[in-house]
C-alpha cells in the first residue's frame, strides 16, 4: 500500500500572521528647544499681628505700595493680579494646650510680563517696597501651539526612522503611510525658577534657560 505524504505547511508571508496583517510598532519623540518670552512671578507680603486690623492693614499698605512701584517701572495693571489671599488664625502648643496668638495675612500677586530679561529688576523693585515672600518664578513662551505642532512633527518622523530601521533588519519593506498614529500624552511645564525668600539689594539675577516642548507619538506600520 503506498501512501502520500501531505505536502509541508509554507509560513506565512512576510506581511501576514494568522490571516491579520503584521507589523511594526514604534513610538517616537520630539523635542524642540525655546526661549522663554514670558515670566510669571509670584510674589507678596505676609504679616502677622495680635489682632486682624493691624496684620492686615500693614499688609494692604505692602501690596499697594508693591502694586504701585511695578505700575512705574511699565507693567500694565492687567498683568497684576491676585493669586492668594488668606487670613489664618495662629497657634501655638504649650502642655498639650492650644493657645491663640493671632492672625497672619497672606496677600500674593502673579506679575506676567513679556519683559524676561527685567525679571530681577521686578523681583528686586517689589523687596524694596516690602514683599517678604517669592512663591514661585517660571518661564514660558506666549505660542505653545505652534512649537508643539514642531515637537509633533519631529515625533513623527522620529517613528519614522525607527520604523525603517527595523524593517531594514527584517528584510521587510515598510508600508509608505502608517496603519495608525497615536499621540501619547504628555505635558510641557514652565521653566521654574523657585525663591522662598529674596532681599533687597544688588539686582537679582535670574536666567531664564531654555523651554522644551516635547511630544511623543505611538505608530503602526504594516509591511511585506
Known amino acids: 500500500m503506498y501512501g502520500f505524504a501531505p505536502p509541508p505547511s509554507l509560513p506565512p508571508s512576510p506581511g501576514y ?11 517616537g519623540d520630539g523635542i524642540v528647544s525655546v526661549i522663554p518670552d514670558q515670566a510669571v512671578i509670584v510674589l507678596g507680603a505676609v504679616t502677622e499681628g ?27 495693571r492687567s498683568s497684576i493680579q491676585t493669586d492668594e489671599f488668606r487670613i489664618d488664625p495662629q497657634y501655638d ?7 491663640f ?22 523681583v528686586d523693585t517689589a523687596v ?21 505642532k514642531e515637537a509633533l512633527t519631529l515625533a513623527v518622523r522620529n517613528a519614522r ?3 525603517l530601521t527595523i ?12 496603519e495608525s498614529v497615536r499621540e501619547l500624552s504628555g505635558q510641557n511645564e514652565p521653566v521654574p525658577f523657585k525663591a522662598s525668600m529674596l532681599a533687597a539689594g544688588p539686582a537679582t539675577p535670574i536666567q531664564p534657560g531654555e523651554l522644551h516642548v516635547y511630544a511623543a507619538v505611538s505608530a503602526r506600520y504594516t509591511f511585506s
Open 101 to 122: 496668638r493671632g492672625y497672619r495675612v497672606t496677600h500674593l500677586l502673579k506679575i506676567t510680563t513679556d519683559r524676561v530679561g527685567e525679571t530681577g529688576t521686578i
Open 167 to 178: 524593517a531594514a533588519s527584517l528584510g521587510v519593506t515598510l508600508a509608505a503611510v502608517p
Open 50 to 76: 495680635e489682632t486682624l486690623s493691624p496684620a492686615q492693614a500693614e499688609n494692604a499698605r505692602i501690596i499697594s505700595a508693591v502694586i504701585d512701584s511695578l505700575l512705574q517701572l511699565g507693567i500694565p
Open 161 to 163: 526612522e525607527k520604523a
Open 128 to 148: 524694596s517696597k516690602g514683599a517678604n515672600s517669592v512663591s514661585g518664578i517660571s518661564f514660558r513662551t506666549s505660542q505653545p501651539q505652534k512649537y508643539s
Open 17 to 27: 500572521r494568522a490571516g491579520k496583517p503584521a507589523v511594526i510598532e514604534v513610538t
Open 93 to 99: 502648643f504649650q502642655d498639650g494646650k492650644q493657645i
